[in-house]
């Protein structure tokens, strides 16, 4: 598997304002204080805004480097919003806090207890003013493409639900609104081994379908090399960006890609130059 620096844009493509920019972003926590702590510092990367397909770039890096902070500055949410230093730009404009261009799915598990599947799908486009009868349709439409049984599952309640199943439902959620970009904050880390498999494949077939821009964060470099295109290797706290790689884009399920010498390789490579980083 060979992996590479990221380079430049085609300079043949039209020219759009890139998706998603980051220009010296640092984030300080109750700057000023006796209790000031500085998350990311000088953080500098581009997304380009490809046309008819977006790019699945992973987030690498030590616990505590700032890989939540960079997600939550895209998508305007406080307290990491906005950047102490430096700008956050998205299409072009400067992030000037959430928006529908973009969805966001957590790690815990944040359906809505007191709301079924089929109406956790479709609060968004509820919220939207979107009339009752073609929300509920289009939500049915997304709760099959994640994989679950439309006429068993979309009365369900959360706490019905696995933990893989309330996931799917969460990634539904979000998807059903087309955002532009999906911030997927470990989303995958309290499943088990199977499941998760299961999780990264379904991810790779609705992100090659939406052709959104995906920014994944995980603590797994085998999840990251399998599921991105480019990883962003943050350093240990105040996170900035080391290595900005690209690797090649997951054409086999990952359980069989996972197994390949070359994949092992690119997996051991990254795991060196995280420990390096963790032992400055």
């Known amino acids: 598997m060979t992996v590479y620096e990221s380079g430049t844009p085609d300079p043949t493509s039209p020219h759009r304002p890139p998706i998603v920019q980051f220009e010296s972003v640092t984030k300080t926590y109750a700057a000023g204080t006796d209790r000031a702590f500085t998350a990311v510092e000088n953080v500098n990367f581009t997304v380009e805004d490809q046309i008819d397909h977006g790019e699945?770039?992973?987030?690498?890096?030590?616990?505590?480097?700032?890989?939540?902070?960079?997600l939550r500055l895209i998508a305007g949410?406080?307290?990491?919003?906005?950047?102490?230093?430096?700008?956050?730009?998205?299409?072009?404009?400067?992030?000037?806090?959430?928006?529908?261009?973009?969805?966001?799915?957590?790690?815990?598990?944040?359906?809505?207890?007191?709301?079924?599947?089929?109406?956790n799908v479709a609060f968004g486009l509820e919220c939207r003013g979107m009339p009752r009868e073609e929300r509920e349709e289009r939500a049915r439409e997304w709760i099959g493409k994640?994989?679950?049984?439309?006429?068993?599952?979309?009365?369900?309640?959360p706490f019905q639900l696995s933990g893989g199943m309330r996931?799917?439902?969460?990634?539904?959620?979000?998807?059903?609104?087309?955002?532009?970009?999906?911030?997927?904050?470990?989303?995958?880390?309290?499943?088990?081994?199977?499941?998760?498999?299961?999780?990264?494949?379904?991810?790779?077939?609705?992100?090659?379908?939406?052709?959104?821009?995906?920014?994944f964060v995980t603590h797994?470099?085998?999840?990251?090399?399998?599921?991105?295109?480019?990883?962003?290797?943050?350093?240990?706290?105040?996170?900035t960006v080391v290595r900005d790689i690209?690797?090649?884009h997951p054409d086999r399920p990952a359980r069989e890609m996972q197994?390949?010498?070359?994949?092992?390789?690119?997996?051991?490579?990254?795991?060196?130059?995280?420990?390096?980083l963790e032992a400055d």
């Open 56 to 70: 699945l770039i992973a987030v690498l890096g030590p616990s505590g480097c700032g890989k939540s902070t960079i």
């Open 77 to 119: 949410l406080r307290p990491q919003f906005p950047a102490t230093e430096g700008e956050v730009r998205v299409a072009g404009s400067p992030v000037a806090g959430p928006g529908a261009d973009r969805g966001m799915v957590f790690q815990g598990y944040t359906s809505f207890d007191n709301r079924s599947v089929l109406r």
């Open 146 to 157: 994640v994989g679950l049984d439309v006429d068993q599952d979309s009365s369900k309640y």
């Open 167 to 215: 996931q799917r439902v969460a990634i539904a959620r979000s998807l059903v609104l087309s955002p532009r970009i999906m911030l997927m904050d470990e989303p995958f880390g309290a499943l088990d081994p199977t499941t998760r498999f299961r999780m990264q494949d379904l991810l790779v077939d609705l992100w090659r379908e939406q052709e959104a821009t995906v920014f």
């Open 220 to 239: 797994s470099i085998e999840e990251a090399v399998y599921l991105g295109q480019r990883i962003l290797i943050l350093s240990s706290s105040p996170g």
């Open 246 to 248: 690209e690797v090649p």
């Open 259 to 276: 197994r390949e010498p070359t994949f092992v390789e690119t997996v051991f490579e990254i795991r060196e130059t995280i420990e390096q």
